[in-house]
């Protein structure tokens, strides 16, 4: 219990007192994790959409793939864009290794199956409803993308936030990616992994409250704005 | 609007990596080992060099086995790390220039306050192990190929005690860094080979401590090598030779002993110039 009270109070102190190094960190892990969330939803987003809506020989297979790789194992993420980051592999000329955009192009990787596939579901229960509707416009497939997308948008940022959420929690990609270098490539997850090996439980569960904290405030904010949309435009 | 959105998109990533200032000055990236990075030891010291030449040093703290790795994959231009046998196949292999001391501590065995194995004060480290392997107590290995591992191993093979057989039983490999494999200690009670250094800044004690230590097998030495610029076109050759010459320096050696961690000197200075 003692771990418990001082995790609270190192949470309380790290937060009141402003800590410009936790704020740096905050910083770059919304950087970080946004900016991916906003990749994979240019490219999850219509990707789901379309395997929605089109019917296409092994349309089945990648409904099928995109549903399994919603739980790719960070570390597998990670170890595969280091490979392919490392100078010895085959993008190694860019020297993107243990930079913030090598921890984005992992995250990306990690979360596009998640909002392509949720997208999907969504997309595919809405053209269920409303193909008679649409069609009788003469809206076929790909005309129904765009309405269809717009029509389901309070629906989609679930899924952009359950994306939003993987790469915000996630420690294994963002660690072999980025190396958690001090003031380079240190989010919260890899600050937390940091000071449980030092042995400091308390710091390192104070930077988990804190965490969580993030998580809700986004969540929370997202939830009033779509809150405030649906009674706009209903 | 789907061009403002790419528009949106191309200056997130010009101006934002640029506006955490760091990319515009020069660096080196140093792949080096988690004790030296949890002893706290380069938030001490780089900082000074920085200060006297603008070149931030980006340090990697990971097993010295990995830190090996990735400097042969010209991923690193600084290698610093404790395994001299390793450290010289490095620069035999043409990965490195040249290897020069930087500084020594020693490792230490903890274990729980009750020493069930009764090895508190034994100074020979072979004895100690024999005792720890026929207790049957718990024993955590770092299991990572680290320096630290790589040293545990050759002490156990010293000792006559073939470990592999027993990993699962009183062997315990964690097969992660020196702090995780301290907190596996301290939530076991188990033995544990550690470096002083990560020793002394390790928060998580629990019911263990230091019960043998002054074996000069235990003695741990940390070298520094610059990769070699002729296998990897990229790498920062003279960024990185500044550093390697700065830390063998005299003021650097001297700023190494000056560092102590709750008031006990935590590296000893070894490089030969100073």
Same mark, same amino acid.
């Given at each position: 219990?003692?771990?418990?009270?001082?995790?609270?109070?190192?949470?309380?102190?790290?937060?009141?007192?402003?800590?410009?190094?936790?704020?740096?960190?905050?910083?770059?892990?919304?950087?970080?994790?946004l900016?991916?969330v906003l990749?994979a939803a240019i490219?999850g987003l219509p990707?789901g959409a379309?395997?929605a809506l089109?019917?296409?020989?092994?349309? *089945?297979?990648?409904?099928?793939?995109?549903?399994?790789?919603?739980?790719?194992?960070?570390?597998?993420?990670?170890?595969?864009?280091?490979?392919?980051?490392?100078?010895?592999?085959?993008?190694?000329?860019?020297?993107?290794?243990?930079?913030?955009?090598?921890?984005?192009?992992?995250?990306?990787?990690?979360?596009?199956?998640i909002i392509a596939a949720l997208t999907r579901q969504v997309i595919e229960d809405l053209w269920a409803e409303y193909e008679?509707l649409l069609?009788?416009f003469?809206a076929?497939?790909?005309?129904a993308l765009p309405t269809l997308i717009w029509d389901g948008r309070f629906s989609l940022v679930t899924a952009v936030l359950a994306g939003f959420g993987?790469?915000?929690?996630?420690?294994?990609?963002?660690?072999?990616?980025?190396?958690?270098?001090?003031?380079?490539?240190?989010?919260?997850? *890899?600050?937390?992994?940091?000071?449980?090996?030092?042995?400091?439980?308390?710091?390192?569960?104070?930077?988990?409250?804190?965490?969580?904290?993030?998580s809700v405030g986004i969540n929370g904010a997202v939830f009033v704005v779509r809150r405030m949309a649906e009674q706009r435009y209903g | 609007m789907i061009?403002r959105i790419?528009?949106?998109?191309?200056?997130?990533?010009?101006?934002?990596?640029?506006?955490?200032?760091?990319?515009?000055?020069?660096?080196?990236?140093?792949?080096? #080992? #988690?004790?030296?990075?949890?002893?706290?030891?380069?938030?001490?010291?780089?900082?000074?060099?920085?200060?006297?030449?603008?070149?931030?040093?980006?340090?990697?703290?990971?097993?010295?086995?990995?830190?090996?790795?990735?400097?042969?994959?010209?991923?690193?231009?600084?290698?610093?790390?404790?395994?001299?046998?390793?450290?010289?196949?490095?620069?035999?292999?043409?990965?490195?220039?040249?290897?020069?001391?930087?500084?020594?501590?020693?490792?230490?065995?903890?274990?729980?306050?009750?020493?069930?194995?009764?090895?508190?004060?034994?100074?020979?480290?072979?004895?100690?192990?024999?005792?720890?392997?026929?207790?049957?107590?718990?024993?955590?290995?770092?299991?990572?190929?680290?320096?630290?591992?790589?040293?545990?191993?050759?002490?156990?093979?010293?000792?006559?005690?073939?470990?592999?057989?027993?990993?699962?039983?009183?062997?315990?490999?964690?097969?992660?860094?020196?702090?995780?494999?301290?907190?596996?200690?301290?939530?076991?009670?188990?033995?544990?080979?550690?470096?002083?250094?990560?020793?002394?800044?390790?928060?998580?004690?629990?019911?263990?401590?230091?019960?043998?230590?002054?074996?000069?097998?235990?003695?741990?030495?940390?070298?520094?090598?610059?990769?070699?610029?002729?296998?990897?076109?990229?790498?920062?050759?003279?960024?990185?030779?500044?550093?390697?010459?700065?830390?063998?320096?005299?003021?650097?050696?001297?700023?190494?002993?000056?560092?102590?961690?709750?008031?006990?000197?935590?590296?000893?200075?070894?490089?030969?110039?100073?």
């Amino acid at each position: 219990m003692t771990d418990f009270s001082a995790a609270i109070g190192s949470a309380l102190s790290l937060v009141i007192g402003f800590d410009p190094v936790l704020v740096e960190i905050i910083g770059l892990s919304l950087y970080v994790s946004l900016t991916a969330v906003l990749f994979a939803a240019i490219i999850g987003l219509p990707l789901g959409a379309a395997v929605a809506l089109f019917s296409f020989p092994g349309r *089945t297979v990648i409904t099928v793939l995109l549903n399994a790789l919603m739980g790719l194992p960070p570390v597998v993420v990670g170890l595969v864009v280091y490979l392919l980051l490392s100078r010895a592999g085959p993008f190694g000329v860019l020297g993107l290794l243990f930079s913030p955009t090598a921890m984005i192009i992992a995250q990306t990787v990690l979360i596009t199956p998640i909002i392509a596939a949720l997208t999907r579901q969504v997309i595919e229960d809405l053209w269920a409803e409303y193909e008679d509707l649409l069609r009788s416009f003469g809206a076929g497939p790909l005309r129904a993308l765009p309405t269809l997308i717009w029509d389901g948008r309070f629906s989609l940022v679930t899924a952009v936030l359950a994306g939003f959420g993987r790469a915000s929690a996630e420690v294994g990609a963002v660690m072999i990616v980025g190396g958690n270098i001090d003031h380079v490539t240190r989010v919260m997850t *890899t600050a937390i992994a940091l000071e449980v090996s030092k042995g400091d439980l308390a710091l390192a569960l104070g930077l988990g409250i804190v965490l969580i904290l993030l998580s809700v405030g986004i969540n929370g904010a997202v939830f009033v704005v779509r809150r405030m949309a649906e009674q706009r435009y209903g | 609007m789907i061009r403002r959105i790419f528009l949106l998109l191309a200056l997130i990533l010009i101006a934002a990596p640029a506006s955490w200032a760091t990319d515009n000055a020069p660096f080196i990236t140093v792949a080096s #080992t #988690t004790s030296t990075k949890n002893s706290g030891l380069y938030d001490y010291l780089l900082p000074h060099f920085t200060s006297e030449t603008g070149i931030e040093v980006r340090v990697l703290a990971v097993g010295t086995g990995q830190a090996i790795r990735v400097a042969k994959s010209g991923d690193a231009d600084v290698l610093l790390v404790h395994h001299k046998k390793s450290e010289l196949a490095f620069v035999a292999g043409g990965y490195g220039v040249e290897r020069f001391d930087v500084m020594y501590n020693d490792f230490v065995i903890v274990g729980p306050k009750t020493d069930p194995a009764a090895i508190k004060g034994i100074t020979d480290v072979s004895v100690a192990l024999n005792q720890i392997a026929s207790s049957g107590t718990p024993f955590t290995s770092r299991g990572d190929d680290s320096g630290t591992h790589k040293k545990e191993l050759s002490l156990w093979a010293e000792a006559g005690i073939d470990v592999v057989s027993q990993s699962g039983a009183w062997y315990r490999e964690t097969g992660s860094g020196m702090g995780a494999t301290l907190n596996t200690a301290s939530g076991m009670n188990a033995y544990a080979l550690t470096d002083r250094s990560t020793w002394l800044k390790f928060a998580n004690k629990g019911d263990l401590a230091i019960l043998v230590e002054g074996d000069e097998r235990m003695f741990n030495p940390y070298g520094i090598i610059l990769v070699n610029p002729e296998r990897h076109a990229h790498i920062k050759a003279e960024l990185g030779q500044r550093f390697v010459d700065w830390i063998i320096s005299a003021p650097a050696q001297a700023l190494i002993n000056a560092y102590t961690i709750n008031g006990v000197q935590a590296f000893f200075a070894s490089a030969a110039a100073s």
